[in-house]
């Protein structure tokens, strides 16, 4: 371990959360040591979005100008009628950097966690360890313990603070409630430009957008990768638990009954006949931040929420900045920082996972519930839709409200 003379954070997990929080903390001053399970991080996994209170904490870290060639700056946001591909509202996103202070990006998730790592790797305060798993941590009066197995070997390394970002089915939160499925199933595939269907591209006006597709009971998300050269789409459904993994593939044919009586637009995505990855979304009735004063769950292993209002991966980005914010280099005061740091996050995160239950009712809707939505989509400016969202996007968890 590099740099004795600071306190060590420990991160078990190396996803969006770990990575973020490995920055975070070398810059405030901390050296920091970081295990994934997984022996080489992995194209697995597809898109993600990217608001303007995640971009602006990248930007910061220097993550953004490493993820910008891949990442794509859509100019839209679109909401659109699944059966009639009717726009039911378009808000642009060219003014995002000077309403927001950063911009709307979108990208795979894989381009994310390398421009992560290769920042954290020109960083000399920071040790990444990889093929390591977290399988359990102990608690002494100074100190905090990880024991962590590389080939089937376990060894004991030791740090002031330990901070679980292992994800949705965190080992480390354990005993703490395990996830529970909401019910819904995330449908995921990408697809080569050069294979889109052509309905498609005239139904969003071939715009660099993001296309929110709404019907009932289920939605279709669709946004550009890759610099522009992919297409990623989820397809939102009712479903069944299957196992727990980013790989799964899906039945195509069940896919493809969902969204039958759709506009062709999506119907032609669907007929590609490509493999769509099947992934059962879990979440957290409640969220745990700070277990103890020296150990702290992070992004999904503390909270995951489903994707309805897009900000996952954002939230994860947010915590590790607003622990790293909240806590000096001084031990001392580090209660106190922790209690802070848990109710700032605790608000914060309950604000969202309520945007995202409102997304889901008026994504979903159907019968007079959609026609009210179309009709207040229809009546309201998308200057004004826009300003319902300052409060999420404006959102700097850099800094201390107190
Ligand atoms: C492989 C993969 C693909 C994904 N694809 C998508 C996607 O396409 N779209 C989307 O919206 N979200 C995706 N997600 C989820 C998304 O990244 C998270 O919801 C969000 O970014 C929060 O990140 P996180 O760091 O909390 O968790 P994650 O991104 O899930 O990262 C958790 C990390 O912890 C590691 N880990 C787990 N257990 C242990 C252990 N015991 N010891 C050490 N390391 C451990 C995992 O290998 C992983 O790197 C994916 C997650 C994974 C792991």
């Known amino acids: 371990m590099k740099n004795t003379a600071k306190p060590t954070v420990l991160i078990a997990g190396g996803g969006v959360a770990g990575l973020t929080a490995a920055l975070a903390f070398a810059n405030k001053g901390f050296s920091v040591c970081l295990f994934d399970k997984a022996a080489e991080f992995s194209e697995v996994g597809a898109g993600l979005q990217l608001a303007p209170n995640a971009t602006r904490l990248l930007q910061r870290l220097g993550v953004m100008e490493k993820l910008s060639p891949s990442a794509v700056t859509p100019q839209a946001l679109l909401l ?9 509202t378009s808000m642009s996103l060219d003014a995002a950097v000077h309403r927001w202070g950063a911009p ?21 305060d920071i040790t990444i360890r990889l093929g390591c798993e977290a399988v359990q941590f102990q608690e002494h009066t100074n100190l905090i313990s990880l024991t962590v197995r590389h080939n089937g070997l376990d060894e004991q390394f030791d740090g002031a603070l330990l901070l679980g970002c292992d994800g949705v089915w965190s080992k480390l939160r354990h005993p703490l409630p395990a996830p529970e499925f909401s019910g819904h199933i995330a449908w995921r595939l990408s697809v080569e430009k050069a294979d889109l269907p052509q309905s498609f591209l005239q139904a969003i006006n071939q715009q660099t957008a993001v296309s929110a597709w709404l019907g009932a009971d289920r939605h279709f998300i669709a946004y550009p990768v890759k610099a522009g050269s992919a297409y990623n789409f989820v397809a ?6 299957s196992d727990k993994s980013w790989d799964k593939i899906g039945d195509h044919q069940k ?76 031990q001392n005061f580090w209660p106190q920082a922790l209690k802070s740091y848990n109710v ?11 945007r995202g239950a409102f997304n889901k009712f008026a994504y979903n809707a159907s019968g007079p519930i959609a026609l009210a939505r179309n009709l207040v989509f229809k009546m309201r400016s998308p200057e004004r839709l ?8 404006a959102y700097k968890a850099d800094q201390r409200s107190e």
């Open 80 to 88: 659109k009628d699944g059966k009639s591909a009717k726009t039911l």
């Open 104 to 124: 709307y990006v979108v990208c795979h998730r894989a381009d994310l966690q390398s421009a992560l790592l290769s920042t954290c790797q020109n960083n000399p």
């Open 236 to 241: 939102i459904t009712r479903g069944q638990v």
């Open 386 to 393: 826009l300003s319902d969202l300052d409060w999420l996007y």
């Open 344 to 354: 700032t996050r605790l608000k914060r995160i309950q604000s969202v996972a309520k």
């Open 255 to 330: 896919l493809k009954a969902e969204y039958q009586k759709w506009h062709p637009a999506i119907r032609d995505i669907i007929a590609l006949n490509k493999q769509w990855t099947y992934w059962p979304l879990f979440q957290m009735a409640e969220p745990h931040f700070v277990v103890s004063n020296r150990f702290v769950l992070l992004g999904d292993a503390s909270h995951a929420v489903t994707p309805f209002a897009a900000q996952g991966a954002a939230m994860a980005i947010e915590d590790a900045f607003s622990l790293a914010e909240h806590l000096p280099l001084n």
